[in-house]
């Protein structure tokens, strides 16, 4: 886990490990958010986008991706 916090206030290892360790670490702002800490909030819903302003990609198979198939909204 990098940090303290990000640019040039960041960029020392605050704590490494497995996820286990790193939930433990009382100075890992990533252990506070895997302990429930803090949430990232989410929205209660979601904007609807019409088919001809999205991007549709389907069935790609690069590099990891194994038969994907994904709607990206445009213009948001």
Same mark, same amino acid.
């Given at each position: &886990?990098? $940090?303290?916090?990000? =640019?040039?206030? =960041? $960029?020392? %290892?605050? #704590?490494?490990? &497995? %996820?286990?360790?790193?939930?433990?670490?009382? @100075?890992? +702002? /990533? $252990?506070?958010?895997?302990? $429930?800490?803090?949430? %990232?909030? %989410?929205?209660? =819903?979601?904007?609807? /986008?019409?088919?001809?302003?999205?991007?549709?990609?389907?069935? #790609?198979? #690069?590099? @990891? +991706?194994?038969?994907? /198939?994904? &709607?990206?909204?445009? =213009?948001?």
């Amino acid at each position: &886990d990098l $940090g303290p916090r990000a =640019g040039r206030f =960041g $960029g020392e %290892v605050v #704590a490494e490990g &497995d %996820v286990e360790s790193i939930r433990r670490h009382p @100075n890992s +702002l /990533t $252990g506070r958010y895997l302990r $429930g800490e803090l949430r %990232v909030p %989410v929205p209660p =819903g979601r904007r609807e /986008t019409p088919p001809r302003h999205r991007l549709r990609i389907v069935g #790609a198979r #690069a590099n @990891n +991706l194994q038969n994907l /198939t994904v &709607d990206i909204p445009l =213009g948001l």
